[in-house]
């Protein structure tokens, strides 16, 4: 059987993890899910889970609110930019 080389669905998704894990106390992707909801965006821990693999899209609300619980600029987030 050919492995198929599916296309990622999202740029965010491994400097997301990075930014959950890379910090004095981690965070989990439960307690990431738990800050989204404070900036009226609801993402499931399984949802994140498909964000940080890549198979997933992210909007653009989405977008803003992750940056914001997780204190980094959006333009680090899509690795246009240094941290």
Request: aromatic content about 6%; charged content about 30%; hydrophobic content about 40%.
């Amino acid at each position: 059987m050919a492995t198929r080389n599916i296309p990622r669905k999202n740029v965010i998704g491994e400097r997301m993890k990075e930014s959950r894990l890379n910090r004095a106390f981690k965070v989990t992707q439960e307690d990431l899910s738990s800050l989204l909801e404070a900036y009226g965006v609801t993402l499931t821990q399984a949802s994140i889970s498909k964000i940080e693999a890549g198979g997933r899209p992210v909007y653009d609300f989405e977008l803003k609110a992750i940056g914001a619980a997780l204190a980094v600029r959006v333009g680090w987030l899509m690795d246009e930019e240094e941290l």
